[in-house]
């Protein structure tokens, strides 16, 4: 766990990223913590900021869900209920989508994973 902790924290160093998005109606800072849709401010926990920021850096791509808890929660916790991340993704769509049982952004790829659909 600390190995992988120490290759993802080298791997985001050398990968500069802004840390502030524009995507459509959103304004993103990761570096202020500031979320906002349509000026209007997002509140979001710290697991749906990483869940986010990992959907946003991959956007177009599906992400596995086993591989999205691996990258959530890196706090060396050898075991997390599924159910705390269906939460999580559920949390993210009902403050991000307009209508959250039919998602824009977040997409269920149904056997695979989640996807960010919007570029």
Do not use: C, H
Request: hydrophobic letters at 35%; glycine letters at 6%; proline letters at 3%.
């Amino acid at each position: 766990m600390v190995l992988r902790a120490r290759v993802n924290t080298q791997l985001r160093k050398a990968m500069p990223k802004s840390n502030t998005l524009k995507i459509g109606e959103f304004n993103f800072n990761f570096d202020n913590v500031e979320f906002k849709k349509s000026e209007q401010i997002i509140e979001l926990s710290k697991t749906e900021q990483k869940l986010l920021r990992l959907l946003i850096d991959n956007k177009g791509n599906t992400l596995s869900r086993g591989d999205l808890v691996d990258k959530i929660w890196t706090d060396g916790a050898k075991y997390v209920d599924e159910n705390a991340f269906s939460v999580t993704v559920k949390r993210l769509r009902d403050k991000l989508e307009e209508v959250p049982s039919k998602p824009k952004y977040i997409k269920t790829i149904y056997g695979i994973g989640y996807s960010w659909a919007v570029k």
